[in-house]
């Protein structure tokens, strides 16, 4: 078990709950963006069995982003690489790939294909797999805390397929609204802690300006980025390339974005949410507020009760 809790480093939780509403405009008129505070570049690592990932998000982050704990990149998983049966406790999250077959425990299975999402709540306690059924070309995942009274929940998923994806477009700027709300188009999914996640692509010469609520906390993750692209808060301001996590301070109306480039899109993921505020104690799949929850979790995981009484039992398929 102890095996199992080390490749689980790194995956995550999801569902549902408060609707997410923000204004956005194409306008910059009288809009006064969030500046830049620090830029990460997500660097190659292990995770899983045989896979590698990009690490965006990691805990020397979590202080500033608040309630996100983890984000990930996979750029190339193939079989038999993957990230067989590990668990999971206190923490939500979302997961956007290709070719990718999930199942857990508790009896959910299926496959969640290029650009479908899901979301899963871990609540109390899951054990799952995910291994690709092919080479996955682009995937995130990101870990959102639970508040400190939801953490015993019971687990929950939802998948939206890529069909399901609320869409926008105008003057250049495509969006698909994962969760929250842009260009007047709102998603059904409704976060347990209250989140923004748009997806936005620029054709080259485009901007946006996207509202963020006053006191969230926000961040921008770059997929796609030609040489000088993405530029955020300023006009003037340096752009950023492919693989770096952009974090914004809080306050002003939002976020502006430019792309410079002249030949090439700009892909990037918009992501914010209300801070919980509260203490994180994280041990590896694990997030409680104390190190007594960490204590008791790991008792319930090695001797399966209180949400894991199929541990001993069960092994994916």
């Not at 306690?125 to 995942?141: A, F, R, T, V």
């Not at 008792?299 to 949400?307: A, F, T, V």
Request: aromatic fraction near 10%; hydrophobic fraction near 35%.
């Amino acid at each position: 078990m102890r095996a199992a809790l080390n490749r689980a480093n790194f995956l995550g939780g999801l569902f549902s709950l408060r609707n997410v509403k923000s204004m956005s405009s194409s306008s910059s008129q009288n809009f006064v963006s969030r500046s830049v505070i620090k830029k990460v570049f997500a660097k190659l690592q292990k995770e899983g069995d045989g896979a590698v990932v990009r690490r965006g998000i990691s805990r020397s982050e979590q202080k500033l982003l608040d309630p996100f704990l983890m984000l990930d990149e996979f750029s190339a998983v193939s079989p038999p690489a993957g990230f067989p049966d590990h668990p999971h406790r206190g923490q939500y999250g979302y997961i956007k790939m290709g070719g990718i077959t999930h199942q857990d425990f508790k009896g959910h299975k299926g496959t969640i294909y290029a650009g479908d999402v899901q979301w899963m709540t871990a609540g109390r306690g899951i054990i799952h797999s995910e291994m690709p059924e092919e080479e996955i070309n682009k995937g995130l995942q990101l870990w959102i805390n639970l508040s400190s009274n939801e953490k015993m929940i019971e687990p929950n998923y939802q998948e939206l397929s890529s069909s399901d994806i609320p869409k926008a477009e105008q003057n250049g700027v495509q969006v698909k609204v994962i969760a929250g709300e842009s260009m007047g188009i709102q998603s059904p999914v409704y976060t347990r802690t209250p989140t923004m996640f748009l997806d936005f692509t620029l054709d080259p010469g485009a901007q946006f300006h996207q509202n963020v609520p006053e006191s969230w906390n926000a961040f921008a993750y770059v997929l796609e980025s030609g040489e000088s692209g993405a530029v955020f808060g300023s006009s003037n301001a340096s752009p950023v390339s492919a693989h770096n996590v952009v974090v914004f301070g809080q306050g002003n109306d939002g976020v502006s974005v430019w792309n410079k480039s002249s030949s090439k899109k700009l892909r990037f993921v918009l992501i914010a949410g209300e801070p919980l505020g509260e203490p994180v104690v994280q041990y590896g799949p694990f997030v409680m507020n104390t190190q007594a929850e960490i204590d008791m979790t790991i008792e319930d995981y090695h001797y399966g009760k209180n949400g894991f009484e199929m541990a001993k039992y069960w092994r994916s398929q």
